[in-house]
């Protein structure tokens, strides 16, 4: 059975840092773009960050600059580390993964067809 599982989000105050991960289980990650996204109450998901089967990027403007993503093929695992937090960033952060070898800048979320639960980054003072 193919499963996402994120972890590492908290509560922390503006400026500080967080590192979210995603575990896959049952499944290899190679041949699979991955991606963050994120949905704050009362509000769309969006899209943050992702990263491409062959390591290629892209991150939403509003991350740019504060937010990483990397993967971990071996491991079965993806990184997003979130750094230079703010209040705006508060929001359930998933991950997602979609098969296909496509930059991952250009492929809609529709795409993703494996989805982790969700875990909870709260940023305020």
């Known amino acids: 059975q193919k499963r996402l599982v994120e972890s590492g989000g908290g509560l922390v105050q503006p400026g500080e840092s967080l590192r979210l991960s995603c575990a896959a289980s049952?499944?290899?990650?190679?041949?699979?773009?991955i991606g963050w996204f994120r949905q704050a109450p009362g509000k769309e998901r969006e899209g943050v960050s992702c990263i491409s089967s062959d390591g290629r990027t892209s991150h939403a403007d509003s991350v740019k600059g504060r937010f990483t993503i990397s993967r971990f093929n071996a491991r079965s695992s993806a990184l997003l580390q979130a750094s230079s937090l703010k209040p705006e960033d508060t929001a359930v952060y998933f991950c997602a993964v979609a098969r296909t070898d496509r930059w991952c800048g250009g492929v809609s979320s529709r795409m993703y067809d494996y989805w982790g639960q969700g875990t909870q980054v709260t940023v305020s003072s």
């Open positions: 049952g499944f290899s990650l190679d041949g699979y773009a």
